[in-house]
């Protein structure tokens, strides 16, 4: 039962242009979103996180938007360039949590491919 | 230059062995934790702890084992009862829960099977 899902594997986008990846998830207790960049054979770098008391956080050429009634977020990249392309994960958690149970739930990943 | 160290980068695995994969940090982070990761798949969740001395099972526990002895180290062992180990294992570290903080990740290590 995969609680965070990415349902696009991969994504091509031409540089300079917006890159848009999706998330979604199913469980409403999560609260705190992530995503994470990963190029081959190194770890995941964490990019930019939202609280579910936002809408929207921005870093530089990096939003995401939480829309919590659909349960889905999105992370838009603008404008796109050629390091951006690696592999994206969307993350999900519950923030407060009292008991031992601290899991961060990944989904599969969207490969991004930025064209030159 | 605080960070998450994984060793070694390159690792295998002869039938019926038993390896160890080491984790080790210095953020002073309390939690850690392994995931391994598959060809198209995500981040699966092996082993988390909270904090020293205790650990828990994620979803894909069986045929690994873990140890927390110090706050900075969070050993791996794959065991032989893990029939299908050829993957890529990458451990992580966060701040203690109730704060809403990112997981910091290792580079990683790759597992074979010779």
């Known amino acids: 039962d995969q609680q965070v899902k990415q349902n696009s594997p991969s994504l091509s986008v031409q540089e300079g242009r917006i890159s848009i990846l999706n998330c979604d998830y199913t469980n409403s207790m999560f609260d705190y979103f992530l995503w994470y960049k990963k190029y081959p054979a190194e770890g995941p770098t964490f990019l930019i996180s939202i609280s579910s008391i936002k809408d929207k956080n921005e870093d530089g050429r990096f939003t995401v938007f939480l829309n919590k009634s659909a349960k889905h977020l999105s992370l838009h990249i603008v404008p796109s360039q050629p390091g951006d392309s690696a592999v994206y994960f969307c993350a999900a958690t519950r923030s407060q949590v009292m008991n031992r149970d601290d899991k961060i739930i990944f989904g599969k990943g969207t490969r991004l491919h930025i064209l030159p | 230059d605080g960070g998450i160290t994984q060793s070694p980068k390159y690792l295998f695995r002869k039938e019926g062995q038993n390896v160890t994969l080491s984790c080790e940090q210095n953020l002073n982070h309390d939690a850690m934790y392994w995931y391994r990761q598959d060809p198209g798949q995500g981040l699966r969740l092996i082993y988390y702890s909270q904090i020293v001395n205790d650990f828990q099972k994620g979803d894909i526990a069986e045929g690994y084992s873990v140890s927390r002895e110090k706050k900075e180290s969070f050993p791996l062992t794959v065991t032989s009862a893990q029939k299908n180990p050829t993957a890529f294992y990458l451990c992580?570290?966060?701040?203690?829960?109730?704060?809403?903080?990112?997981?910091?990740f290792g580079d990683g290590t790759r597992l074979s099977i010779l």
């Open positions: 992580a570290s966060r701040e203690p829960r109730g704060q809403s903080q990112p997981q910091h």
